[in-house]
């Protein structure tokens, strides 16, 4: 009897030792419907208890806390960091649903068990603390540049006085990267922050002393004195003088490997200050030319000369050449206008006799000086393939002053001397008459000519020209592909127009048909056979004695 009593309180015990903890886990369960569990923290803060929006608020305070600014020490100074600069955050929202999650998952058992360690142990939910590593970078560089302020000099030459001064290099220092950049990194993850001073490291400069020193001297030697450069064709000279040299004087480094401060001289300076000489040097350019040989009827060539100017391009390098040696050089030259006929053009010719043509008059008249005059006017004339030839155009009105005189000449249809102005180089015709007669039997073009209105024995009759200014005029056009060199020559009693060309195998002889009006016909033949015909018809007024 006693023994069942036994079983009986030690079955009650038992029961009730199963049944109050399973009775306080559901009135625990009941009392923190929508709450944390019990004895759950995040970094130190209590979450027991808390509604969802208590729990967020409690751990924005800590958030809060976080991002409050944080001083740092740089080189010795205190500066401000603030935290949300540099992207400091946590997530609050995850850490309340994983506070809220506690204690509520796997089976109803697995709940209780749990339950019951979190009376002995405490929840502690972790508290990532993210921020952007870029941003902190940022901070960094903006420290380095305006706290350190310290980047390295590496050395330059300056201008003292007119001298070039060597200034040493000094090394830098900027902050250490990777170690500043894990302190900071605890420093925003920790609520309880401690004064931390960020290391620094030296940067070392690209150049030596003695590199900057050696670049110094380079650079005093080239500014020492002026340099004069010479040029042997003109005999004329351009000095640079050294305020010129100093004020185009210029250094930089060069970072390849190795470094090095390079001294120079602006080129563009330089270009400048020779620039205001350059119509001093430039010379004319010279054609090429024939010389004709009266005695073998031959032609030599007078080779020709481009027009030569500075070389503006040439003239820096030049400069600096003379700096470093003896300071006295010569001046670059280019061409600056080439010969219109070169050596090799006139080489190219095959320049031979075409034409020629004499009249003959009496001597020691005045109008035998004007035909010598607008001869010797006309002699060794060069008209280029394609171009035109006047007469006028090339002599220009005959005048006192050029020493013609005054001579017979046809006004208003009669042979009149010798007050009109036309008088001044009377006898002139003779010429053109000589002249259109070379052009005709050269088959060149004949582009205008105007004969006679009288007739005069000691010409053609119907292939002749008169001569005033500006009409009557003789024009031709040089038709062929080569070269037109006239020649003209005279005696006392005669003048003779004569044509080198290539006219290429044309031949010319006329046709007379009539008398007045007569009927003067060119015929050219040319070297493939074919032949053409230019007929001019004209009627004189009448004929002189």
């Known amino acids: 009897m006693v023994m069942k009593r036994l079983l009986v309180v030690a079955g009650g015990i038992l029961a009730a030792v199963v049944l109050l903890p399973l009775g306080a886990f559901a009135a625990d369960r009941v009392l923190h419907e929508g709450r944390v569990l019990h004895n759950v923290t995040v970094a130190s803060i209590e979450l027991s208890g808390l509604t969802e929006a208590e729990a967020l608020a409690a ?11 944080i001083v740092v020490h740089v080189d010795g100074h205190p500066v401000d960091l603030a935290p949300e600069v540099a992207g400091v955050d946590i997530d609050e929202e995850a850490i309340v649903a994983e506070a809220l999650r506690l204690g509520r998952t796997g089976r109803h058992i697995e709940q209780f068990f749990d339950w019951v360690g979190a009376w ?6 972790a508290a990532p603390v993210t921020y952007d590593a870029a941003a902190i970078e940022w901070v960094l560089d903006r420290w380095d540049t305006g706290v350190v302020a310290r980047p390295p000099f590496h050395g330059a030459v300056e201008i003292e006085g007119g001298a070039a001064v060597a200034r040493l290099p000094e090394e830098g220092a900027v902050i250490e990267r990777s170690a500043a950049t894990a302190l900071l990194a605890g420093l925003l993850q920790a609520p309880n922050r401690q004064l931390i001073r ?23 030697a080239l500014i020492d004195a002026d340099v004069v450069l010479h040029e042997p064709v003109t005999s004329q000279r351009v000095v640079v003088e050294r305020r010129d040299l100093v004020a185009a004087l210029r250094t930089r480094i060069t970072v390849q490997s190795p470094a090095a401060l390079e001294v120079s001289l602006d080129e563009d300076v330089l270009r400048a200050t020779v620039a205001a000489s350059v119509d001093r040097f430039r010379t004319p350019p010279v054609d090429a030319r024939f010389k004709f040989d009266e005695e073998t009827s031959a032609f030599a060539i007078v080779p020709s000369v481009d027009g030569m100017t500075i070389d503006l391009d040439a003239v820096p390098a030049a400069i600096v050449e003379s700096a470093r040696t003896d300071r006295v050089g010569f001046v670059p030259r280019t061409v600056d206008v080439a010969a219109r006929f070169s050596t090799a053009d006139l080489e190219a ?40 030839f006047s007469v006028n155009d090339h002599v220009g009105r005959r005048r006192t002053a050029d020493g013609y005189r005054r001579a017979g000449a046809i006004i208003r249809g009669e042979v009149t001397c010798c007050d009109h102005p036309a008088n001044v180089g009377g006898g002139t015709s003779q010429f053109a008459t000589t002249f259109y007669n070379a052009v005709f ?6 582009v205008f000519h105007q004969p006679h209105s009288i007739y005069f024995s000691r010409y053609p009759r119907g292939r002749e020209a008169t001569l005033g200014f500006p009409l009557p005029d003789v024009v031709l056009r040089n038709d062929t592909e080569t070269m037109l060199w006239i020649d003209t020559s005279h005696t006392a009693t005669s003048v003779t127009v004569t044509f080198y060309g290539d ?40 004929s002189a004695a």
């Open 59 to 69: 751990t924005r305070s800590y958030e809060a806390i976080l991002l409050e600014p």
């Open 120 to 125: 002995f142990t405490p929840r502690v939910i």
């Open 198 to 220: 960020l290391p620094l490291r030296s940067v070392p400069t690209f150049l030596t002393a003695d590199e900057v020193a050696a670049a110094a001297a380079e650079a005093a």
């Open 349 to 388: 010719m095959d320049m031979r006799p075409v034409s020629t043509f004499t009249t003959t008059y009496s001597c020691c008249q005045s109008r035998v000086t004007n035909i010598h005059l607008i001869a010797d006017a006309v002699d060794g004339v060069v008209v280029l393939p394609g171009a035109t």
């Open 441 to 446: 039997y050269g088959c060149y073009e004949d």
């Open 503 to 542: 006219t290429g195998g044309r031949v010319c002889t006329d046709e007379v048909e009539g008398r007045n009006p007569i009927t003067v016909t060119r015929v050219i033949r040319h070297d493939d056979g074919t032949v053409e015909r230019e007929a001019f018809t004209w009627t004189y007024r009448y």
